[in-house]
């Protein structure tokens, strides 16, 4: 067994972990990466249609390009990287247990960060009734299969759910040779990036099925078709529009959720809208030394983004792990502060808040991460402590499909009393 | 052409119970099963509750083989070394008139010979389960009872029967049988033929079709139907007991389950159908589950539902809802284990005595094995391992240091051991029940690719072969095109 101590061990090699490893590294931190596939990159190496760095690189590149580029810096960087390795356990201690083909691990951190990514809802979730068969997978299996592993999962396909994966996969199966028989989507409108229902559906043809979805399952040993059914604004089935259509594959797009479940035997609370952890400004977690980033902490719409948010946690992470470092070294303890906690949530139109709670007074602006749950036409930012307007944006139009964020100035909240403040971020329609 | 003294039909948990019984004497013994695998009828669609015996009417068969078989569950699991739990049951009532029923339940239990009952109340029960309906009066607590994997013990009695003898064969439907003038059966499955002295109908669903086969008309059988949830283990405040509500007049309720592995397990409706095929769920049904278990867990996160099934109940038409097990009436050495419906797991190891009491009774000489091994070896579970058991065995084989399932923690060198198992696992819903790869809340999602590629490599079989379960539940099928093989 291996026992090894870093300043920051980060838990996921995807596009989170790398750059929160980058950042960590940079700040003088000794850095482990633990990853459980063969090699850095996570879920961006199956990911090889473009459309990926507009932001943060300012060019188009593919997943597997994105990737490259991170891979290649932390290659440079002197960032330890433990592939094919399963971390198993992580205590409130900041122990972490892992396991690979040469035996167990023990890593003593200094401070973890957290990026694991996120997993796909799957049919049980949704309980869609009907036989059990071959032949219904979610879409990002389909895409390693058709992108990785050179398979292809059927012939006849109809995908369920409008997530970007989904329309992807649309795109990609009509490229290599299948037919998409359509996509339905239980909601009034796309859960994907605009500009995916664009390229991935309507340059190719395909339809979209707005409040429809997927009524029952037929076929045994193997998939032969499903029943849809349009819904009412109750999102109840209208039972005289069920038909059935013949086909081979079902694919769902239906959803990702962050995989927190190896975050909880470390203790940290979760936050319920996001199935995130509970994090403050710096990305920390309730429980000393643990950061979370990325699609563990919320699922993002773009990688960029990711990036971005990684780099955070990475900077505070780093910061952190020095510190403590610092203050042991010297036995002394620093002096108590005046601060206060904060907490923030959604208001009106608005799903969740990253993060959810800050402390005040603030040296820094603060970037407030959300989306809200329903399109809107026409509507703007609201920031308000109680009754007090904080902040308000300029009205235009919001997506759920879409990461929003909002900058919050110190100016703007050092006046709050973090006992008894709550902010709420609300996205108000204007007439 | 092989001949048995003994061939068995169907090798569901009945079946397989009946072979290993059968493989403590001085008999050869052939199972075959249609199915790909062992345990996948009746037996994989099922909570798992090994019912102490409280609800069979006194003196029935039901009653005294339900209670013989729920007692024997312990020394099986030592010995086995298959799973068990032992959460207990409450059966719930929630007025005066249930507090009836149950006593009534209590009176036929100690008649039956159910040890530790009693009826214990609302705040007894609280203490176990604090995050139970508030309107719960009192319940009928069974200590005794157990909870396991169904198809995890079938296939601990099939590996322990192969090890003392029997021959188990997949894939092996039956489809003639002919009593010959010499006394002897003469079997047809579509790739062999097979000869023996009995026949035990373990059928299942299917028992009343193999016994026409024989030309046997005793009985007709329907299934009836129920559909299951599965919900995480990660929900808050899982329930720790079986719980029931006091039940109707024909079924025992919609009950929460905990599981061997930490699962909860929701179920089961109870329908009547034509269809011996339906295991498809059903929406009302699924509603009905979900309405069910918030009446005795109004907290239940329906969100942490993972998966969906649905199983079918052998019934015995017309046959006051017991099981059928006899020497057929008309035809000498055929003999049926049918309509095994609930309690059918808690009942098999008992209805394996009985047949073998039949047996004999039907002048098949017993004489017990010398060298017969009851004992099964624990199969390894790198989860279950302390670390430094965990890095021992991965240094002595590198594969179970290889994750291959995140959400169940399984590892390559667990799966190479399923499929090269004693009863070999060759699809991917074999592993997944063997191993529990597949089994977590990705479902698979994460894994699959993986699973396929190890079967493939170890069975020396294209990817493109490799299926799900049943014959042609295939899961990918061509290469893309410009691919590289």
Do not use: W
């Amino acid at each position: 067994m291996k026992q090894l101590k870093y300043d920051v061990v980060v838990i996921g090699g995807g596009p989170a972990g790398m750059a929160a490893a980058l950042k960590a590294k940079e700040k003088g931190a000794t850095v482990a990466i633990i990853e459980r596939n063969d090699e850095l990159g996570g879920i961006l190496n199956q990911c090889i249609h473009s459309g990926f760095g507009l932001s943060y690189f300012k060019q188009e590149l593919t997943g597997p390009e994105y990737a490259e580029l991170f891979i290649n810096q932390v290659a440079a960087a002197g960032i330890d990287v433990y592939l094919k390795t399963m971390v198993i356990d992580l205590t409130p201690e900041r122990e972490v247990k892992a396991m690979n083909e040469d035996g167990m691990l023990v890593l003593a951190a200094g401070a973890i960060v957290l990026a694991m990514g996120c997993r796909e809802r799957t049919r049980g979730a949704i309980k869609i009734p009907g036989s059990r068969p071959a032949g219904v997978l979610t879409a990002g299996l389909a895409q390693r299969y058709v992108n990785i592993e050179n398979r292809k999962p059927g012939e006849r396909i109809v995908i369920l759910g409008s997530g970007d994966i989904g329309l992807i996969m649309a795109r990609r199966l009509t490229l290599e040779g299948m037919q998409v028989l359509g996509v339905y989507e239980l909601m009034p409108y796309a859960n994907g990036l605009y500009r995916n229902i664009k390229n991935c559906l309507d340059d190719f043809d395909i339809p979209l099925h707005l409040s429809t979805t997927v009524t029952n399952i037929i076929g045994h040993p193997h998939l032969e078709a499903i029943e849809v059914a349009r819904v009412d604004e109750n999102l109840a089935v209208i039972e005289a529009t069920r038909e059935v259509i013949a086909c081979d594959t079902l694919l769902l797009s239906i959803g990702l959720i962050p995989e927190n479940e190896l975050s909880q035997k470390s203790g940290i609370s979760l936050n319920p809208r996001t199935n995130g952890p509970l994090v403050n400004e710096d990305l920390a977690t309730d429980q000393p030394g643990i950061f979370a980033c990325g699609n563990v902490l919320h699922v993002h719409d773009l990688v960029d983004n990711v990036t971005l948010e990684a780099e955070q946690a990475g900077d505070a992470a780093a910061a952190y792990a020095l510190e403590q470092k610092a203050v042991a070294t010297v036995s002394e303890t620093r002096p108590a502060e005046n601060k206060a906690t904060i907490t923030i949530g959604p208001g009106e139109n608005v799903g969740y808040t990253v993060p959810a709670k800050m402390t005040v007074p603030s040296p820094k602006e603060i970037r407030i991460l959300f989306r809200v749950r329903r399109p809107l036409e026409q509507a703007a930012v609201v920031i308000q402590a109680g009754t007090k307007i904080l902040y308000q944006g300029k009205p235009r139009a919001f997506k759920p499909s879409v990461m929003e964020a909002v900058v919050i100035k110190p100016e703007e909240i050092n006046g709050l009393n973090g006992t008894e403040q709550t902010i709420t971020v609300s996205v108000r329609e204007v007439k | 052409m092989n001949h048995y003294d003994i061939i068995i039909i169907g090798g569901g948990i009945t079946g397989t119970a009946i072979a290993r019984e059968c493989s403590k004497y001085q008999l050869t013994v052939a199972l075959l099963e249609r199915g790909t695998d062992i345990g996948i009828g009746a037996t994989k669609g099922n909570g798992g509750v090994v019912h102490p015996g409280y609800d069979p009417t006194p003196g029935s068969l039901k009653a005294k083989i339900n209670v013989r078989g729920a007692n024997l569950y312990p020394q099986l699991a030592r010995d086995l070394n298959f799973g068990m739990i032992n959460p207990g049951i409450f059966v719930i009532g929630f007025s005066d008139a249930d507090e009836a029923v149950l006593k009534r339940k209590l009176e036929c239990g100690i008649k039956n010979g159910v040890k530790d009952l009693a009826i214990i109340d609302a705040k007894q029960m609280r203490n176990r389960e604090p995050h139970l309906a508030t309107d719960a009066r009192h319940a009928l607590y069974a200590p005794t009872a157990t909870v396991v994997d169904p198809f995890e013990v079938a296939i601990a009695f099939a590996e322990n029967a192969k090890a003392n003898g029997v021959e188990i064969l997949t894939s092996q439907p039956v489809t003639a049988i002919e009593k010959r003038v010499d006394g002897n059966f003469l079997l047809n499955t579509p790739e062999q033929q097979f000869s023996c002295s009995y026949i035990v109908n373990a059928a299942g669903n299917h028992a009343d079709e193999v016994a026409r086969l024989a030309g046997i008309a005793e009985y007709q059988m329907k299934p009836r139907h129920g559909d299951l949830l599965v919900l995480d283990k990660d929900m808050v405040n899982k329930p720790q007991t079986v719980m029931f509500p006091c039940p109707g007049p024909d079924t025992k309720g919609i009950a929460c389950i905990p599981t061997v592995h930490g699962n909860t397990i929701v179920g089961s409706t109870a329908t009547m159908m034509d269809d011996k095929e339906a295991v498809d769920n059903y929406a009302p049904g699924i509603q009905a589950l979900i309405d069910g278990v918030h009446k005795i867990l109004p907290e239940l996160d329906a969100g942490k539902i993972i998966r969906t099934f649905a199983g079918l109940r052998p019934v015995v038409l017309d046959n006051n809802n017991d099981f059928y097990i006899a020497e057929s009436q008309t035809v000498k050495g055929f003999i049926h284990a049918a309509g095994i419906q609930s309690p059918g797991v808690a009942s098999a190891p008992a209805i394996a005595e009985q047949v073998r009491d039949l047996l004999d009774n039907a002048g098949l000489e017993m004489k017990p094995k010398l060298d017969y091994n009851p004992y099964r070896e624990k199969k390894t579970v790198i989860a279950d391992l302390s670390i430094n058991k965990q890095d021992e065995l991965i240094h002595h084989n590198p594969a179970y240091g290889r994750i291959v399932c995140r959400c169940e923690t399984v590892t390559e060198g667990e799966i190479i051991a399923a499929i090269h198992g004693a009863i070999p696992a060759h699809t991917l819903d074999a592993v997944k029940r063997r191993t529990r790869a597949g089994m977590g809340r990705c479902q698979s999602g994460f894994c699959q690719y993986k699973v396929i590629a190890i079967l493939s490599r170890e069975l020396g079989l294209p990817v493109s072969d490799i299926c799900l379960e049943d014959r042609g539940s295939r899961l990918l099928c061509g290469l893309v095109k410009g691919g590289a093989k």
